[in-house]
Every structure is written in structure tokens, then in C-alpha cells.
């Protein structure tokens, strides 16, 4: 499973970074992808970059201000956030994108945002 790390309480403006690691799960096989569940909502996507970290794609709200990379020497994802909302707060987890549908979820980092 992966497993998301990171977050904490950060205010309007502020920036985080959010690191992915995975254990007995080599994430260089698979395009990865960063989701976010808001108080009392569906888990959305965010971000996913592809297996060589070529390819990236971001939901519309995270355009210009979220990057996300990998390292697959370290077996690690990231997610840089920057100019963070209070409605980017949520428990952000990551995934493999072809995990995302039906699970498993590891354990996500809260992040705060306060304004």
C-alpha cells in the first residue's frame, strides 16, 4: 500500500509538500496519483504523473499551483502545494492510478488550510 505524509496545518498562502512512499510496492511500475477528501465529500482526484514522470495531468483547482514529481530512485512521489485555500483542506492520499476505482487506500496526511 501507499502511504501519504506531509501535511499539517499551514495558513492561507502557505505551502506544503506532500511525499508518497510505498512499501513492497515498486511505484516506478505505475502511473501514481494524488486524491483529496474533504470533510464530508467524495474523494476527488487531484493530480497523477506518469511511470518515467513525463507525463502530468492536474484537476482545474490545482492548475499553476500544485506540482507534482517522482523519484523512482527512492521509490517516493511528491506533491509541492503552493498558494494553498482553505478548500484545499482534506485528507489527501495517494494511489496508482489503476488502484483509484476499487482500492486498497493506504493511509492518507490531513491537510489544514486556515484563512
Known amino acids: 500500500q501507499l502511504q501519504a505524509y506531509g501535511g499539517g496545518l499551514v495558513q492561507f498562502g502557505g505551502s506544503l509538500r506532500l511525499s508518497c512512499a510505498a512499501s513492497?510496492?515498486?511505484?516506478?511500475?505505475?502511473?501514481i496519483g494524488w486524491f483529496r477528501q474533504a470533510p464530508g465529500k467524495e474523494r476527488e482526484w487531484v493530480s497523477s504523473?506518469?511511470?518515467?514522470?513525463?507525463?502530468?495531468n492536474y484537476a482545474d483547482d490545482a492548475k499553476g499551483r500544485f506540482t507534482i514529481s517522482r523519484d523512482n530512485a527512492k521509490n517516493t512521489v511528491y506533491l509541492q502545494m503552493n498558494s494553498l485555500k482553505p478548500e484545499d483542506t482534506g485528507v489527501y492520499y495517494c494511489?496508482?492510478?489503476?488502484?483509484?476505482?476499487?482500492?486498497?487506500w493506504g493511509q492518507g496526511t490531513l491537510v489544514t488550510v486556515s484563512s
Open positions: 494511489n496508482a492510478v489503476s488502484l483509484a476505482k476499487n482500492g486498497p
Open positions: 504523473i506518469g511511470r518515467s514522470g513525463g507525463s502530468t
Open positions: 513492497g510496492f515498486a511505484l516506478a511500475n505505475s502511473a
